[in-house]
């Protein structure tokens, strides 16, 4: 990001013009006091939703003081990938005196709009946000009015904020799926879950079967909406699949947890891996745990994506150029799956 001056936060007044009411009565709606009507209540309300105005949290002798904390949503606190991410980010924000203060999406728009309004209510030094989440529209005006740097990660395709630090998943998929066509794979199979909500997977699972399909072949899929993204799903969606394509000869996974998952269950079930069916995974998350069996899959630098987003958002506040977008490509491990 070049130099410049932030989004202008929005005023109070500015929302009293919108809705025709003085300052003092926009002020008492959102404080919830005063006899105020409905009818005004609904005015005044609809007016800051459409400027994307949060009140200060903050009022009084804070307000005036330096935030020392920075905003980070991201969607699951409890998985590795984004606990990674989070340590990276906060070995370089913490040299410069910030903290975080963190918000679990679990990939709802609505609650990252909750969120938001929490977070930017309390004035922090800036925002690191997930993409890969659909957003609501008033969620996308209280970024667009915020009042501090954005730094988007994960999501390298669909830019957000001030820098976008990630990887491209559709790319991420179309390796894959190269991987599988090199060893001469013809009856290739896809297992996944909540793809309606995490917009990276689905658009992993896109490019993997957009190049598989170019070759002439087609993939079998087992997706299904409401299971975990955990080892504990892999089992479930594998035997699905063999059941209705018994011929399938390799899988590729939403993530490493649910091929480990599956792995397990095809040991007991008496399929050789990879003889007789081909595992992979991404994120690598496995590998850290491989003793005998090295899952196939993409490892992606998780610390690295957090230390990117941190040095990106201090630069910022820096007052230094900043490259406002940093793709950052997933490295291919060959296994013993596949």
Same mark, same amino acid.
């Given at each position: 990001?070049?130099?410049?001056?932030?989004?202008?936060? =929005?005023?109070?007044?500015?929302?009293?013009?919108?809705?025709?009411?003085?300052?003092? #009565?926009?002020?008492?709606?959102?404080?919830?006091? %005063?006899?105020?009507?409905?009818?005004?209540?609904?005015?005044?309300?609809?007016?800051?939703?459409?400027?994307?105005?949060?009140?200060?949290?903050?009022? %009084?002798?804070?307000?005036?003081?330096?935030?020392?904390?920075?905003?980070?949503?991201?969607?699951?606190?409890?998985? $590795?990938?984004?606990? /990674?991410?989070?340590?990276?980010?906060?070995?370089?924000?913490?040299?410069?005196?910030?903290? !975080?203060?963190?918000?679990?999406?679990?990939?709802?728009?609505?609650?990252?709009?909750?969120?938001?309004?929490?977070?930017?209510?309390?004035?922090?030094?800036?925002?690191?946000?997930?993409?890969?989440?659909?957003?609501?529209?008033? %969620?996308?005006?209280?970024?667009?009015?915020?009042?501090?740097?954005?730094?988007?990660?994960?999501?390298?395709?669909?830019?957000?904020?001030?820098?976008?630090?990630?990887?491209?998943?559709?790319?991420?998929?179309?390796?894959?799926?190269?991987?599988?066509?090199?060893?001469?794979?013809?009856?290739?199979?896809?297992?996944?879950?909540?793809?309606?909500?995490?917009?990276?997977?689905?658009?992993?699972?896109?490019?993997?079967?957009?190049?598989?399909? /170019?070759?002439?072949?087609?993939? !079998?899929?087992?997706? /299904?909406?409401?299971?975990?993204?955990?080892?504990?799903?892999?089992?479930?969606?594998?035997?699905?699949?063999?059941?209705?394509?018994?011929?399938?000869?390799?899988?590729?996974?939403?993530?490493?947890?649910?091929?480990?998952?599956?792995?397990?269950?095809?040991?007991?079930?008496?399929?050789?891996?990879?003889?007789?069916?081909? =595992?992979?995974?991404?994120?690598?998350?496995?590998?850290?745990? !491989?003793?005998?069996?090295? $899952? !196939? #899959?993409?490892?992606?630098?998780?610390? %690295?994506?957090? /230390?990117?987003?941190?040095?990106?958002?201090?630069?910022?506040?820096?007052?230094?150029?900043?490259?406002?977008?940093?793709?950052?490509?997933?490295?291919?491990?060959?296994?013993?799956?596949?």
């Amino acid at each position: 990001m070049s130099k410049g001056k932030p989004p202008q936060k =929005v005023r109070l007044t500015e929302v009293a013009q919108r809705a025709g009411v003085s300052s003092m #009565t926009v002020s008492k709606v959102l404080r919830g006091t %005063g006899s105020i009507s409905e009818k005004t209540s609904e005015r005044v309300k609809q007016a800051a939703d459409e400027l994307g105005y949060v009140p200060n949290s903050l009022a %009084g002798s804070l307000s005036s003081k330096k935030s020392t904390f920075v905003g980070v949503i991201i969607p699951s606190a409890g998985d $590795v990938i984004f606990a /990674e991410i989070l340590s990276g980010i906060n070995e370089r924000l913490r040299p410069h005196g910030l903290n !975080t203060l963190i918000g679990e999406t679990l990939f709802d728009g609505v609650l990252e709009e909750e969120i938001l309004r929490t977070m930017l209510s309390l004035q922090p030094a800036g925002l690191i946000i997930n993409g890969g989440i659909n957003r609501t529209e008033r %969620g996308k005006v209280l970024l667009e009015r915020r009042n501090g740097p954005l730094i988007q990660i994960w999501d390298a395709d669909d830019s957000c904020g001030d820098v976008n630090i990630g990887l491209s998943h559709r790319q991420a998929g179309r390796r894959m799926a190269r991987h599988f066509l090199e060893r001469g794979y013809s009856s290739i199979g896809y297992v996944g879950t909540e793809l309606q909500k995490d917009i990276c997977a689905h658009q992993r699972f896109l490019g993997f079967v957009e190049r598989i399909e /170019e070759t002439g072949l087609s993939v !079998t899929c087992e997706i /299904e909406a409401d299971l975990p993204r955990q080892a504990s799903s892999g089992p479930v969606l594998t035997e699905r699949l063999l059941q209705r394509a018994p011929e399938t000869d390799a899988i590729f996974y939403l993530n490493d947890a649910m091929a480990v998952g599956a792995l397990s269950w095809l040991h007991d079930a008496g399929v050789s891996v990879p003889g007789k069916l081909a =595992v992979a995974g991404f994120n690598g998350t496995s590998l850290a745990h !491989t003793i005998r069996t090295r $899952v !196939t #899959t993409l490892d992606v630098p998780r610390r %690295g994506i957090g /230390e990117a987003a941190g040095q990106a958002l201090t630069d910022i506040l820096q007052g230094h150029d900043v490259a406002p977008h940093q793709r950052i490509d997933p490295v291919f491990v060959a296994g013993n799956t596949s």
